[in-house]
């Protein structure tokens, strides 16, 4: 088509298609280790994916070498797209999922990091699939397709068109100059995290596979576990769950504070407007509902998913209370107790995290807290005009003016988010879901949380839900994943159109 380079999109997709397939590849020794029958259907899976990559590569192998911004959003909604299908084959191929609609949600919920389920015995699932499941995550975090980029010079490519479009957050703060060192940076942080993650958990009492499977899905915040009742199952090991909330901070804010933390720069940690709210909020939040679950808590209703939690007891009620509330937060979506059970108002506090969302910059899904900031400065400020009509004052961020560009952007985020999240509910009314349901599906899918309300409650799965129900759920998960506008923009007749 005039306008696009197809050929190099082609062969941009068969690199992704074929780093997806190595990936596959790396759970195979854990099926071997634990003598599984699903090796060979995770060794068919990865071979025949990258296969697919290779000819997709081979016959566009000479295209073009230059990405245009309409190229980079097809590229990155494809490339997504190309994840989910191949990512699916591992489910399919070792016979742990055998219906394709479950295979796409429980797919892109793992690539978009949501980590919603449709598994309902997940501890009986083949330890190579787990293992791959917790690495769709793990892929997902960052972006392969920033991944990507980051090798992309050795291809003579260049890729600011695909960071852009794939970088979560409307910031676009850079570590270097060069796009492609970025890159490198980022993945190098979220690497090294996730080790360091790894350890500690091993240590804390977590067995090594676990340790692995959950340092990805913090690192992530993606939330997929390897037990059924997920984090509540160390509800005895605080230490376990203490690791995890801080790493599911540390996720959840943005990685170029990590990096210019790891710099010995300090100070642009408590200098970002941002990382000052985001910190503020987590405290605030869980102070409120620890007082709320501790001194106010009918002790008839039970919390965490085995069993009753002692409301009493002052620890357990702000673990529980810290790690929900980061959980949420954060979009990670881990369980340690079931927060639809706490009292109507912990309860609500709860569920008006879902339209947050972590740091622009971090593997966070949700609006994010810089939009909420600037969204109400932006208000503040319309207020102070009313009274002052002819003062000359500006949504200040960090100490520098924000253009009146970005507050529309930001504006406009909001609102088609809002608009999605109603109309979405609706449909999923159609779809054969009680209204609580819906409304808890439609902001957990849409911000990329994990668990909902009503028959979604963090104790529940997704499963019961029809196959239409889980395709649209994963529509939204995808949006949500690609915030809206890189998904939305492909869908509009005029991106279509010839320049």
Same mark, same amino acid.
């Given at each position: ?13 068969g ?5 997806n ?17 699903? *090796? $060979?259907?995770? =060794? ?6 990258? /296969?697919?990559?290779?000819? #997709?590569?081979? +016959? ?43 295979a ?17 015995d ?18 997902g ?29 409307? *910031? $676009?703060?850079? =570590? ?6 970025? /890159?490198?940076?980022?993945? #190098?942080?979220? +690497?090294?995290?996730?080790i ?107 919390? $965490? ?17 810290? +790690? ?22 912990a ?19 949700g609006?994010?807290?810089v ?40 504006l ?15 449909i ?59 998904v ?12």
């Open positions: 088509m005039k306008g696009l380079n197809l050929k190099i999109i082609a062969s941009f997709l690199h992704t298609s074929m780093m397939g190595v990936f596959m590849l790396l759970s195979e020794p854990f099926s071997w280790y634990y003598h599984e029958t699903a *090796s $060979t259907g995770i =060794l068919s899976a990865g071979f025949l994916t990258i /296969a697919i990559g290779f000819l #997709l590569w081979f +016959f566009n192998r000479n295209a073009r070498k230059e990405i245009q911004k309409r190229d980079g959003y097809l590229i990155v909604t494809l490339g997504w797209l190309m994840l989910t299908l191949t990512g699916s084959l591992p489910y399919l191929m070792t016979g742990t999922i055998t219906s394709f609609p479950d796409i949600f429980e797919t892109i919920s793992g690539y978009s990091t949501t980590g919603a389920s449709i598994l309902t997940i501890e009986s699932v083949p330890k190579g699939v787990l293992f791959w499941r917790s690495a769709t995550h793990w892929i975090g960052m972006g392969i397709i920033v991944l990507t980029v980051a090798i992309l010079p050795l291809l003579g490519i260049g890729g600011m068109q695909l960071f852009v479009a794939e970088a979560p957050g409307p *910031s $676009t703060d850079k =570590l270097h100059p060069r796009i492609t060192q970025t /890159a490198k940076r980022l993945w #190098l942080i979220y +690497f090294s995290f996730t360091i993650e790894f350890l500690l958990l091993k240590i804390a009492g977590m067995t090594w596979f676990d340790a692995i499977n959950h340092a990805m899905a913090t690192l992530s915040t993606g939330g997929f576990s390897t037990k059924n009742a997920s984090l509540a199952y160390w509800n005895d090991n605080p230490l376990v769950q203490y690791i995890i909330i801080g790493f599911m901070f540390v996720a959840g804010a943005n990685f170029v504070l990590s990096y210019f933390a790891l710099k010995g720069k300090p100070s642009k940690i408590y200098k970002d407007d941002e990382f000052r709210y985001y910190f503020i909020l987590t405290v605030v939040v869980t102070i409120a509902i620890t007082i709320l679950i501790v001194w106010f808590q009918d002790p008839m209703l039970h919390t $965490t998913v085995n069993h009753p939690m002692p409301y009493g007891a002052l620890e357990s009620g702000f673990r529980h209370a810290a +790690f929900q509330v980061v959980s949420v937060l954060t979009t990670t979506g881990f369980v340690s107790a079931d927060f639809t059970m706490w009292n109507y108002l309860t609500a506090l709860m569920f008006s995290l879902f339209f947050i969302g972590g740091s622009a910059g971090s593997t966070s899904g609006v994010k807290v939009r909420h900031v600037i969204m109400i400065k932006n208000s503040l400020l319309e207020l102070k005009k009313q009274l002052h009509p002819k003062a000359i004052i500006s949504v200040r961020y960090n100490g520098s003016r924000v253009s009146r560009v970005i507050i529309f952007n930001i406009s985020f909001f609102v088609i988010y809002m608009l999605i999240f109603i109309l979405s509910t609706i999923l009314t159609f779809l054969d879901l009680d209204f609580l349901s819906a409304f808890g599906a439609a902001a957990s899918c849409l911000g990329n949380i994990g668990p909902a309300l009503g028959t979604l409650s963090p104790v529940d799965n997704f499963a019961h839900l029809t196959d239409s129900a889980k395709l649209f759920c994963s529509f939204l998960m995808l949006i949500g994943r690609l915030e809206l506008f890189t939305l923009i492909v869908l509009t007749p005029y991106f279509w159109k010839s320049n």
